[in-house]
């Protein structure tokens, strides 16, 4: 199954569980509106529960019925409105200490540039890393997409881990992102939230009668036992929903699980690295749990079992260790065979880079093929790329300032001297003296670096611009598009950076788009096609033919018209890039492919027809890794 077929499936898991709650809140409904009703049956009687046989199609019922759904969601949409910042959320609920991307130290240094190295092989921003002081051994990914996804890992994780096992389990979290496991996560979260939230009233009215009680024992007619018997069947119903919901929760996890073990081997190529890790875990003193109060809401994010198991494993989020071990490597002895092994201490921070099973020469499939489906050669190709950057380089995208000041140097490497002193002339007058000078500093390493290497750089450089304040990043943004139109237009590249930049920066909410079809945005498809067309062909007959080549992949009933007017007007792109980002996920791969076709009409990529791609990609939540050696998008 590959990207988007997981992609789907996990779209598909979201409307199952929805409905598995719908049923679950409809018989809350029920036993609710049957306590109420006993309730108040006993107030009037002051002698026992009576139900009338005709309750179930009275007012009271309709009216409860309103109260519970109105608190289930009410308290859904609060807990979902907590988290839809994204997975910083999550990591700091569970005290997770953001990562400084510029540390020295030597572990936060090794987790550092394995997840950088993922992120580079597969085309995605590099997450921000959190790191729990936690000795266990445990880990998680939290976001709703990539742009907002971040690693959380405990300290006994990269400390007892060796870098390749610590890659497998790294690879095993980027699964997650790439299957899109981490929202449905995160909406199980909600949701769960939102069923307790009767428990907790529950609560709160049996706190409330025992204070009330000791003013009147026994007077008739007080209520007092009504309203406590009220306050416990709330809390019975509100956490016998949440005891089934966490039954949902681990089913669907035990799942996802086992398939992400497999996607870190098929990443990696190297069974020895999640294998090794989760044999260590088994024979490790400290084990998974997670001492953080917040553990049992996330329990079914983590790596392993962040909670003791109960039930005889039936609230089990994951899969038995033995099973996932098994599934890994069948030679496997069994439990008898788990030994805690040391860590690996030949890591050098200077290196940075870790040694892969894999190598670049193996055979690799097509571009498109590797979307959320990285191999060993691109990740050997990540750790070439991280050697060539320069030391100066890597600190500045290690800086939240630097960042900033090496993202203005990458626009105007590629202006011409004019526009250059233009854009120097801005900055001068927009900077403060010292970081102006910083930029001047570093201008040279940025001149030599290759555009092919520009990509990597800024996805590296994503964790610290993250770190910007809102005023420092509206100031950033405003500079950057004063740069763009030092010579009154912009081009591909600048398009390209801003509208990456500015996408995964942005931590406003995205607004719910209907999933279209690829036959209603036509236009659309038009218009980008012929844009990428003319990026990289000369002639307009080139041009015009690459066109054609790519709408056929389109699977459309009529021809599409190239339009050559447009060029590379970057304004008509912009709206019709909007529009297509509202594309049903199984359409992606057509939009994709047809780009693709276009690129490879003329059997060579520009630096433009590469960018753009990568960058609607990235719009697309389809994070497409870096061309390979030899390798043909489609």
């Given amino acids: 199954m590959n990207f988007f077929a997981h992609q789907d499936q996990a779209r ?13 809140v409809i018989t809350l409904i029920v036993v609710t509106s049957l306590l109420v009703i006993g309730v108040l049956t006993y107030i009037e009687t002051q002698n026992e529960v009576s139900i009338n046989a005709d309750v179930l199609g009275s007012k009271i019922f309709f009216q409860v019925s309103l109260i519970v759904i109105f608190v289930i969601g009410l308290g859904t949409l609060i807990r979902l409105a907590q988290l839809r910042r994204g997975g910083k959320v999550v990591a700091e609920a569970m005290g997770g200490r953001l990562l400084n991307t510029n540390t020295r130290d030597a572990d936060e240094r ?3 540039n394995v997840v950088e190295e993922m992120a580079i092989a597969s085309g995605t921003p590099v997450p921000p890393v959190y790191l ?8 998680f990914a939290a976001g709703y ?11 006994g994780c990269i400390r007892e881990l060796t870098r390749d096992e610590l890659q497998g389990v790294v690879a095993h979290e980027f699964s997650h992102i790439f299957n899109g496991d981490m929202r449905l996560n995160i909406r199980l979260m909600g949701l769960l939230y939102g069923i307790m939230v009767i428990g907790l009233i529950g609560y709160h009215i049996l706190r409330g009668t025992r204070y009330r009680s000791s003013s009147s024992r026994s007077g008739k007619g ?3 036992g009504a309203i406590l018997m009220l306050g416990l069947g709330l809390m019975v119903i509100g956490y016998g929903g949440t005891f089934f919901g966490n039954l949902i929760k681990a089913g669907v996890s035990r799942q996802r699980e086992f398939l992400a073990d497999a996607s870190a081997v098929q990443y990696t190529r190297n069974p020895e690295g999640i294998g090794g890790a989760l044999k260590k875990i088994g024979g490790y003193i400290h084990g998974t749990e997670i001492k953080s109060r917040d553990a049992s809401e996330i329990s079914h994010m983590m790596f392993c079992n962040g909670l003791k198991s109960s039930f005889s494993g039936l609230f089990a989020t994951h899969p038995p ?5 098994k599934r890994i490597d069948g030679r496997w002895a069994g439990m008898t065979d788990l030994k805690p092994q040391p860590a690996d201490e030949t890591f050098s921070s200077a290196e940075g880079v870790s040694h892969f099973s894999g190598t670049g020469s193996q055979a690799v499939a ?3 093929d590797s979307v959320g489906n990285p191999g060993a050669a691109h990740l050997a190709m990540a750790a070439i790329t991280l050697k060539a950057f320069s030391p100066a380089l890597l600190d500045e995208a290690h800086n939240t300032i630097g960042a900033s000041l090496m993202i203005y140097n990458l626009l105007i490497a590629l202006s011409d001297k004019d526009t250059k002193a233009k854009q120097l002339a801005i900055l001068k007058a927009e900077l403060a003296e010292k970081d102006f000078l910083a930029l001047q500093q570093i201008e040279g390493e940025t001149r030599e670096l290759p555009r092919e290497k520009y990509l990597a750089l800024i996805d590296l450089a994503m964790p610290s611009l993250k770190q910007l304040s809102r005023v420092q990043s509206r100031e950033f943004m405003a500079v950057l598009g004063k740069l763009m139109m030092a010579d009154q237009q912009i081009c591909l590249f600048e398009w390209c950076l801003f509208k990456i930049l500015r996408y995964t920066l942005d931590e406003r909410v995205d607004r719910r788009l209907k999933s279209r079809p690829i036959t209603s ?4 498809s038009e218009v980008l096609l012929s844009v990428l067309a003319s990026a990289g062909n000369e002639k307009v007959t080139q041009a015009e033919a690459a066109f054609h080549a790519a709408e056929k992949y389109l699977g459309l009933a009529r021809d599409l018209t190239f339009q050559v007017h447009i060029g590379s007007n970057t304004g008509i792109l912009e709206k019709a890039v909007d529009r297509l980002n509202s594309l049903k996920p199984l359409q992606k791969p057509m939009l994709l492919k047809a780009m693709a076709a276009c690129i490879n009409a003329d059997g060579k990529v520009t630096p433009e027809e590469n960018e753009l791609l990568r960058a609607v990609g990235s719009l697309l939540d389809c994070p497409i890794p870096p061309l390979l050696d030899g390798q043909r998008y489609l």
């Fill in 12 to 24: 598909s898991n979201t409307r199952k569980l929805v409905f598995l709650f719908i049923c679950a």
């Fill in 110 to 112: 090794k987790i550092l």
């Fill in 132 to 139: 729990m002081e936690d000795e266990s051994i445990n880990a």
């Fill in 145 to 155: 997409r990539p742009r907002d996804a971040v690693i959380g890992i405990t300290r």
């Fill in 222 to 224: 007080n209520g007092a």
């Fill in 321 to 325: 260790l033995s099973e996932r071990i």
């Fill in 366 to 368: 097509t571009v498109l």
């Fill in 521 to 524: 945005l036509t236009k659309e």
